[in-house]
């Protein structure tokens, strides 16, 4: 995504919040965003993380229900 914009898009975007900001608040405001896009990050993290124990657990169980429709398969048959 930032890679799209460049270092000429990247200065500009800092003088117009500079700008509109002021010298005084752009510091917090950049602490802000660090802050967020941390968080955002760390909870992508934990879903994932949390996703994958699920899938083993339900990989696992794949077997067991394949042997217990056996019986099932053969009567049909």
Known sequence: MLSSIGIP??????IIALVIFGPSKLPEIGRAFGR????????????TKDEE????????KTPEATKAMEPAKKEVS
């Open 53 to 60: 124990p699920d899938q083993s657990s339900e990989l696992a």
């Open 9 to 14: 898009g990247l200065i500009l975007i800092l």
């Open 36 to 47: 967020t896009l941390s968080e955002f990050k760390t909870a992508a993290k934990d879903l």
